[in-house]
C-alpha cells in the first residue's frame, strides 16, 4: 500500500505536455515517493520514546473523538461547496464513515468505564489542521490534502496506536481499529487516487495536489512534535 512508510525513493516521470505536466499515474508515482519520506518520519515521531504510564488508551480514544468530529466536518463542509458528482460521493461516504468512528469510539470509552462527554464545537475549537483545510479552496488542493494524504497520515499513526493497544493488552480496542477503523482509511486514501488521477492532469492542477499535501504533512509533523514535547502525547491515532 501507498499508505505505508518507505524509505525515501528518487522518481523521474514521464511528460504528456510542454509545460511539464506529468501523465496522471506518473504523477501519482511521484506524490506517493514525496509523501513517503515524511510519512516514515512522523512514524518513528510517533513511537519516539515510551509512552508515559497515565497516558492511557482512554486519554487517547478521547484525542480520538475530537479528530473523527473534525473530519466529518471537513468532508461535509466540502460536500456542500463542491459540484463534481464523483468527489460528493466521496466527501459523503468519508463524512459518514468517519462519524460511524466517532460513534464507535464513544461506545469503546464507555465500555472502559469513560463516560465522555462530547468535544466542543468544532467552529469554536478547530485545531490548525482543521483551519487549514477550511480556508483551501479548488477540489484538487482539498483532495491532495484531505483524502489522499491526511487519511494515509490517519493510517501510518493508527498502526502506531493499535500496536500500543497490543502492548498494553487492549486487544479489543486494537481490534476495533484493525478492523474497522483502518479498512475505512484505506478506503478514503484511494477514493483520494481515484479522485486525482481524474482531476490532476495538468501542470497547475498537478503542482495545486503537490503544495496541498506536502503542506499537510509538514503541519502534522509540527504538531505532532509540540504534543510530543508539551504533552508527552505518542502514538495518537489519526482519523
Sequence with gaps: MSTSP???VSFV???NADDGTLATDDFLRELDAQNATALARIDQGSTAGDAPSELTIAKLLMLALKNELEATECAAAWFATTTDLDVKLALARQAGDESKHFTMIQARLRELGVDAPPPPPVSANASPMLQYLFALEGTVARIAAGQFTREALAVVRNDAFIKLCEARGDDTTAALY????QPDERHHHELGRKLLRKLATTRAAQDEAR????????????????ARLKMGITCAPGC
Aim: aromatic share 0%.
Design 13 to 15: 516521470g514521464s511528460l
Design 178 to 181: 484493525r478492523n474497522t477503523i
Design 211 to 226: 503544495a496541498a499535501s506536502e503542506r499537510v504533512l509538514s503541519m502534522a509533523e509540527e504538531l505532532q512534535e509540540i
Design 6 to 8: 518507505a524509505s525515501p
